[in-house]
């Protein structure tokens, strides 16, 4: 049985178009998953937020994935007023990305807690701590 004599049996046609189908469907959903994973989203239309006069985000790097939003600001509020807490978490699996950002409202508070934390051991890692840069480019 040749190929042009194959196309013309309903069956085999049926079995090719459901793993066509299955193949388009696979190769779909892993181009999908792997742009949502990478962050390849719509084009955001939100600015940077000005911060405030006297407000310092401060970035923390290197965090414990066990590390909470609690603990964190219990850690900062050593040194001053903490104002908000982000920890970075990925999207799908709601896990923490290893990192956050801590607003603080007094500059010399938040460069006390800088100082302090910056290559401080928490939680069995070593923290990486500095004033968080906004990539405006």
Known sequence: MNIAEMLK????MAVVGLVAGLVIGLVVGILVGRAHACGNKKPSSKKFKEMPPGMVEIYVG???YETTEDFLRKEFEKYGQVASIRIITNPISHRSKGFGFIEMSNRAEAEKAIAALDNAEIQGRRLHVNEARNNKN
Not at 9 to 12: A, F, N, T
């Open 9 to 12: 049996d309903p069956i085999i």
């Open 62 to 64: 290197n965090l414990s």
